[in-house]
């Protein structure tokens, strides 16, 4: 019988079949921006990063590298939206695993030729705006006009439509600052995260914790 492991085809992390053609595409491995939340060529630029990062000195299917990459990078994305607020909802971290996987397909297809042009077009389009992992996906406009769509409005800005529950709802504070990052086209936002943001992060966190702590029942 022939053993069918030993036929599957084994690469090093450093030689990821088609990883060139993507560097030409998107550009060289590189880490999240601290300011920012991640568009899709941010993560797909982590995902070559943390794919170089692999130990060499072991081999994968191909299908292995790009899953061990995926959860790196998965595990920094979420790190960056809990910065913005530890409260913010996410999508669970299967799902963004999944998506990344499924992101990283798209770009190697479309590199090798192996796409419609109207399915690289839509790349092109995406793949500088917002990596958005967010629960709620309701549209956020200026409170004062609603057809606004500037993002350095300086406006209170409102999800009218949203109907999610309180629990999945983007906190009020963060409304302007998803926006912005939603309309974004490349790297950077008007507004950024800064150290205001950690603050109030480290604040959040130790409440999140004192909320976990069980009570201790008086005898």
Aim: glycine share 2%; charged share 30%; aromatic share 6%.
């Amino acid at each position: 019988l022939i053993n069918i492991m030993n036929s599957i085809k084994r690469v090093r992390s450093n030689s990821c079949p088609g990883s060139k053609k993507v560097k030409e595409f998107i550009g060289l491995g590189a880490d999240l921006l601290p300011s920012e939340l991640p568009t899709l060529r941010n993560v797909l630029q982590l995902m070559l990063l943390e794919m170089e990062s692999l130990d060499t000195n072991l081999q994968y299917v191909l299908k292995e590298i790009v899953y061990e990459a995926a959860k790196k990078s998965s595990c920094k994305i979420v790190a960056q939206y809990k910065k913005v607020n530890i409260n913010i909802q996410i999508q669970p971290n299967h799902y963004i695993v999944q998506r990344i996987e499924k992101e990283w397909k798209r770009v190697t297809q479309t590199v090798w030729g192996r796409v419609k042009s109207s399915q690289k077009n839509k790349l092109y389009n995406e793949i500088d705006v917002l990596f958005d992992i967010l629960r709620c996906k309701h549209i956020i406009i200026c409170k004062e006009d609603p057809t606004c769509s500037d993002p350095k409005c300086s406006h209170s800005a409102i999800s009218p439509t949203c109907n999610c529950p309180s629990n999945l709802k983007i906190p009020k504070i963060e409304l302007k600052f998803i926006k912005a990052q939603r309309l974004k086209i490349g790297m950077k936002s008007v507004y950024q995260i800064h150290c205001i943001d950690k603050k109030e992060y480290t604040r959040l966190a130790k409440q999140c914790k004192r909320k976990e702590k069980p009570l201790i029942s008086k005898n």
